[in-house]
């Protein structure tokens, strides 16, 4: 049926009523489309045709006049050759010689083919015109041949849609055309290509011309540096230069990247004994120079603007002087104060700073001349863009200054610094930001390296390095007084920069400051402590804590302290930045300081006073929490340790409290050392060490204390036998043998005994390895679960531990011994010690061969079982091991496969057990068919899944689990094509299955079903099974289909979201900017650039800032240029819009589509991969919820509890259960509480010291940033309590 409705408006006045008994009539009046249509079927048209006889001999040279291609590139016409041309062409279309075309030039033709385009039909007309010709003569549609017909073509058409698109395929087919060939061509061409560039010229359309430059530039690229000393080649490359300034946009652009693909990549410069720059380098600056000078003074400064967006590609490829009198120019120009002449010079600047050392044309005093130079082209601090670009120029220029001559660079900062710092006080945020960051990346790049030749910087230094480094370390240090104090974060870390990159020579200049950041920090409230701890932590990283404490000293003596201990805070300092120092000035200093504070916490707890005993007690034990970063790649361990040894050695004996910082200070300092003498003056003391640790690690703590350095303990145990020689470590382990066999050792000596075992037993040679072995031999068959484990575990270490080839060794020469206390242990083997007992066993069968092969038979039985452990790490060894067996065949059979069918053989045999050994068996075999999933014979494969599918037909629920998680992993690891001719066996297995099994493994049933359904379609599962599954398949399709549905729509909305800006605008000739965008030579690569939005007319706008009050501007001043804006300082910039997500600190967040794309890929294919990897044993399953979750589900519970409130008796009695014992005497997590307490007990004065110190308690606790401050106020409350005679 027709489709009624409603007519546009407007629409009836067009329309010709039908009159009246005429609506039957149903041919037209107007037969316009019917004549035009008819002239296309063999018929004249009746009409004046516009069919040339000029336009055929075109089309019949296009189409198969052309004939042979003789060495002048002449084309002949062959009739035959015509004639048979045209007869394959009635019966094709314009696109026949584009779709099969050979040469890989033209694919971006095929790769960007747009229907509507005029442009592109062209091309692909004479594309498709040019291959039928070369084909009809014979040719190969070589690059040459290509090349010879379109330019014959060029000659020939001459009509600008023609030109464009003969030029546009020859500049892509030139990058290809051999260099022979185009040189030797190069005279011709060139003509030709000159002469289309003159009578294009004057065009309308611009198409032909563009193309024409890059093919012109593309052939003098190629060219030999011989050739440029002929004037013809200097008018060819004039001819480019001269459309370098075109007022059409793609004009200018083709013609610049063509001239910067001459001058930075003509084939010449890469060559051997190349010259240093191009030869037409020079005339290309004389160039610009003359076009900026001659529009320079002018209003219209649109060539001004063109020819310095080409010198900032082009000013790093020209020779010396004639970047000096480039830059020049630069200079002369920027004075006009035109805001985009200015920007574009700085450009331009910017560009010649960031070119390679390596390659650079500067000089390093050219360098510092334009250094000196823009300083006269200072922007006012009120001008955003401007001030930001000079301050970026200016660090690249310094950067550059640096890589010529460093000394040169140093001299030149103290004004920078200066002027930098004075931008700090603008009210722009990015301002502040970028001078910063400025000024640290030269103290990074251009002060660091140098101060190691500098030597010691002093205050009364006078000239040289010294001098400057003093002036700017001077100009930073300006910047603590109050005027900066907006942007005090800025200058503190400025202060940590300069302290790290100058403070090892240049400590005497830095004293002052540091004192200021002390009385800085003790201001009340001061609200930048984070940034000036780190500004102290770069001091002590660089100077060292001596020199540090000596500037400003830590006012803690034990005697008479005031016990607000303001300089507290320079302990957690010193303890988190400390590092590569000495171990002297802590053993010098910092030991007896720690002395000397317990001495005086043990007189004042003996006196009763026990709140000021803890103040001291907790201060020296945070003194001891700066021992490890001493201990961190330390200068001086050969002399500095041995006066720290004694004191250690009896802490760790002693002081309990203590263990655990000095047992993390041995570590890294064993850790840290790399020379020999280093690890031989610590190996020294092991004999002093090790017994003391040993002793720390045997003791039983009392019931009371959970003990919590023991672990540490150990650790630092294993840590120290890596440097202990070998002969003491033996003796060592004797002794810990014949302990363990005493007969007065208890258990728990027992057991501790048995981890230093384990510890050492890597350790030793290969007949300690045996005694050793032999001495636990026993207790492989206790009845001790707990020491059976250790015994184990000791076997592990001497069987596959570091000690080299000492352990294989030992492994080898007794073996025997091994297998037979192996097996023999089998039965008595506890459950805790199956993990570290398969880990033996995997040590051992990697070194077996075959005569070994009835043991590994022998020990199958126990592997298969263990994989239903309950211990994870036995499961994952008893999988492991598994796989090591297979190994073990391949190595015995030599042929994989044959190995594996053997192996497989064997493993048949467990299927035949019980039910617990049939559900081992056949996840063994899972683990194995998934691993060697690419080496079992399709055969063996087949077999074994045959026989796995008999056990689906069984009543045992333990069974049928293994036997569908076996299929899933058949799922996973077949393809398609070999999964097919298996298919009919599992449906009919899967059928087959009891209906109360099929109730119970539902879920797996419709994972197994989900994936044959993706994999074979759904009309092919439901065929293949019963009617009772049919509802479950028909479930999962509709599931399918809506997860589909969903995942489109989000894409939809992803896409969608994207702004309009972004999405591509219809154009004209949109072909041909796709292609045009991708084809400079010099950016390959490289993402296209958006057109940049057309200025408006006030681009060259700026704006004067007047005089303070009445005072009138003075013209004459040499500051007056400041005066004048780019912007308007009326108006405040809007915050732009851009559509990304923000992070805190003004970063955009930004997502590549790949790695959503991967993101969605790797989610929807994690559910299956994890359910063949658990099914594999390879993961476990996740027995806990996430966080999240679990945060979710309460989320979910709050939202959903009713509003009513239960109360009463009967059914309005609360219903959340009993309270739990106790709550109303939990501790609260307010501090607030606990002060009122204080204050209910003891003065006003008293409380308010008490509120102020739990606030800082609650905002330190986790970062232990202030010294002794939250020790003070964790037992400020049990002090008072004492006070007042309550527990």
Not at 95 to 107: P, Q, T, Y
Not at 292 to 304: L, N
Not at 783 to 800: F, N, P, S, T
């Amino acid at each position: 049926m027709v489709k009624t409705g409603k007519l546009r408006s407007g629409t009836a006045q067009k329309l010709k009523r039908w009159k009246k008994g005429h609506s039957s009539d149903s041919n037209p009046e107007s037969s316009r489309y019917r004549q035009a249509a008819r002239s296309r079927f063999f018929s004249r048209p009746s009409e004046k045709s516009g069919l040339t006889e000029d336009a055929v001999r075109l089309h019949n040279d296009l189409q198969g006049g052309a004939g042979e291609l003789g060495d002048a590139g002449e084309v002949g016409v062959a009739m035959e050759g015509a004639e048979q041309a045209l007869s394959v062409r009635s019966a094709a279309t314009f696109l026949s010689g584009v779709s099969d075309c050979s040469n890989v030039s033209f694919r971006k033709v095929q790769r960007y083919w747009d229907s509507n385009s005029a442009a592109h039909k062209e091309i692909c007309a004479v594309l498709a015109a040019v291959t039928e010709v070369i084909r009809a003569q014979g040719g190969k549609e070589s690059e040459t041949e290509y090349f010879a017909a379109l330019m014959t073509t060029l000659e020939a058409v001459d009509s600008s849609e023609s030109l464009a698109a003969v030029a546009y395929l020859l500049n892509l087919v030139l990058k290809r055309v051999p260099v022979p060939v185009l040189r030797n061509r190069f005279s011709d061409t060139a003509k030709a290509l000159l002469d289309v560039m003159s009578s294009q010229a004057n065009s309308d359309s611009s198409s032909a011309l563009r193309w024409v430059l890059l093919c012109l530039a593309q052939l003098l690229k190629k060219q030999d540096v011989s050739v440029w000393s002929f004037p013809s080649t200097l008018q060819a490359y004039h001819g480019i230069l001269s459309f370098t300034v075109h007022a059409k946009p793609k004009v200018r652009k083709a013609a610049q990247q063509g001239v910067c693909s001459i001058l930075r990549g003509s084939d010449f410069l890469f060559a051997d004994n190349s010259p240093a720059h191009h030869p037409a380098a020079m005339t290309t600056a004389k160039f610009c120079c003359k076009e900026i000078e001659q529009a320079g003074g002018s209003k219209e400064d649109t060539t001004t603007l063109h020819v310095l967006g080409l010198l900032k590609e082009l000013l790093g490829s020209f020779p010396l002087s004639a970047v000096k009198s480039c830059c020049e120019t630069l200079l002369r120009v920027m004075t006009l104060s035109h805001a985009l002449v200015t920007a574009g010079a700085m450009q331009a600047f910017h560009q010649l700073f960031s070119t390679q050392p390596s390659k650079t044309p500067l000089t390093a005093e050219l360098n510092a001349q334009i250094i000196t130079a823009l300083y006269d082209y200072l922007p006012s601090e009120n001008d955003l863009q401007p001030l930001l670009a000079w301050l970026t120029v200016m660090e690249k220029a310094h950067t550059h200054l640096a890589s010529l001559q460093s000394s040169l660079c140093v001299a030149h900062l103290p004004r920078f610094f200066s002027t930098a710092m004075s931008c700090l006080l603008s009210t722009h945020t990015r301002v502040v930001a970028t001078a910063t960051q400025a000024m640290k990346t030269l103290l990074e790049v251009c002060v660091s390296p140098l101060m190691s030749e500098m030597g010691p910087v002093l205050p009364t230094a006078t000239s040289g390095n010294p001098a400057h480094i003093c002036k700017m370390f001077r100009c930073v240090e300006e910047g603590l007084s109050y005027r900066f104090h907006a942007s005090w974060p800025f200058v503190l870390q400025l202060l940590g920069c300069f302290y790290r990159a100058a403070g090892k020579q240049a400590h005497a200049i830095m004293a002052k400051s540091l004192q200021s950041l002390c009385e800085l920090r003790s201001t009340p409230r001061f609200p930048y402590g984070g940034e000036l701890d780190l500004a102290v932590g770069g001091a002590v990283e660089s100077m060292g804590p001596e020199l540090v404490l000596k500037a400003v000293p830590l006012l803690i003596t034990g005697h008479q302290d005031d016990l607000e201990f303001p300089r507290s805070w320079l302990v957690p300092v010193i303890r988190d930045h400390v590092k590569h120092t000495q171990l002297a000035f802590f053993a010098s200093y910092f030991l007896p300081l720690a002395n000397t504070l317990k001495q005086r916490a043990d007189e004042l707890e003996q006196s009763g006073q026990k709140l000021e005993s803890k103040v001291y007690h907790t201060l020296q034990q945070q003194i001891w929490t700066m021992l490890p970063g001493f201990c961190q790649s330390p200068t001086d361990v050969v002399g500095g340790f041995s006066a720290l040894a004694r004191t250690l050695g009896s802490s760790l004996n002693e002081r309990p409290h203590l263990r655990l910082p000095i047992c993390q200070s041995l570590r890294t300092l064993i850790r840290s050392t790399h020379t020999a003498e280093e690890k031989a003056e610590l190996s020294r003391f092991s004999k002093n060490f090790l017994p003391i640790l040993f002793n720390v690690f045997t003791q039983k703590p009392p019931e009371q204390d959970t003990a919590p350095y023991r672990p540490a303990v150990l650790d630092t145990i294993r840590v120290y036998l890596t440097v202990t020689e070998p002969a003491m470590v033996c003796s060592f382990l004797q002794k810990a043998t014949e302990k363990l066999n005493a007969a007065d050792s208890s258990e728990f000596t027992r057991l501790a005994v048995m981890d230093l075992v384990v510890a050492m037993a890597p350790c030793v040679d290969e007949d300690t390895m045996t005694h050793t072995y032999n001495l636990i031999k026993p207790y492989l068959e206790s009845k001790d679960a707990g020491v059976q484990k250790k015994a184990y575990r000791v076997l592990e270490e001497m069987c596959g531990g570091e000690g080299g080839g000492a352990s294989q060794r030992f492994v080898i020469s007794n073996l025997q011994s091994l297998q037979g206390a192996l097996l023999s242990s089998l039965k008595t083997a506890a459950s805790p010690a199956k993990r570290p007992r398969l880990k033996c066993l995997i040590h051992i069968v990697k070194q077996l061969n075959e005569e070994h092969k009835d043991f590994i038979i022998s020990l199958l039985p126990e592997v298969i079982i263990c994989t239903k452990e309950v211990s994870l790490g036995a499961r994952k060894n008893a999988f492991t091991l598994l796989v090591e067996m297979g190994n073990a065949f391949t190595r015995f059979y030599g042929n994989q496969k044959e190995a594996l069918e053997q192996f497989l053989s064997v493993v048949y045999v467990g299927l035949t057990g019980t039910v617990t050994m049939m559900t081992c068996t056949v996840l063994a075999l899972s683990r194995l068919v998934f691993h060697y999933r690419e080496s079992i014979e399709a055969s063996t494969l087949e077999q074994l899944l045959h026989n796995v599918c008999l056990l689906l037909t069984c009543r045992t629920r333990q069974i049928l689990k293994v036997a569908l998680g076996f299929l899933k992993v058949i799922l996973f690891v077949l393809d398609v094509k070999t999964l097919a001719g298996h298919l009919p066996v599992m449906m009919e297995a899967i059928g087959n299955i009891k209906d109360d099994m099929r109730r119970h493994f539902r879920a797996s049933l419709k994972s197994i079903f989900t994936k044959l359904i993706r994999k074979f379609g759904y009309e092919l599962v439901k065929d293949m099974l019963p009617a009772e599954h049919h509802k479950v398949l028909a479930n999962i399709r509709k599931v399918e289909a809506r997860s589909k549905r969903k995942r489109l729509a989000q894409d939809a909305e992803e896409e969608g979201s994207d702004s309009e800006a972004d999405a591509p605008k219809p154009k004209g000739d949109s072909i041909e900017d796709i292609l045009a965008e991708s084809d400079s030579d010099l950016s390959e690569g490289e993402e296209p650039k958006k057109a940049q939005k057309k200025v408006g007319k006030k681009r060259g706008g700026a704006w004067l800032k007047e005089g303070l009050s009445d005072e009138p501007l003075n013209f004459l001043d040499p500051q007056a240029s400041q005066r004048v804006l780019a912007t308007n300082p009326e108006v405040k910039a809007r915050k732009a819009e851009h559509g990304f997500k923000v992070t805190s600190d003004g970063r955009l967040v930004i997502e590549d589509e790949e790695d959503k794309q991967k993101k969605k890929t790797k989610a929807a294919a994690d559910g299956d991969m994890e359910d063949v990897l658990e099914e594999a044993g390879i993961k476990k399953k996740s027995q806990k919820r996430s966080a999240d979750e679990d945060l979710d589900d309460d989320d979910m519970e709050v939202e959903s509890q009713p509003k009513y409130k239960a109360g009463g008796a009967g059914i309005h009695r609360p219903l959340g259960g009993r309270r739990e014992s106790g709550a109303d005497y939990k501790a609260k997590a307010s501090c607030v509480c606990v002060c009122v307490c204080v204050c209910v007990c003891v003065c006003v004065c008293v409380c308010v010291c008490v509120c102020v110190c739990v606030c800082v308690c609650v905002s330190e606790r986790e970062g232990d940033r202030h010294g002794p401050i939250q020790s003070i106020i964790i037992n400020t409350f049990d002090a008072y309590a004492h006070l007042r005679g309550h527990p």
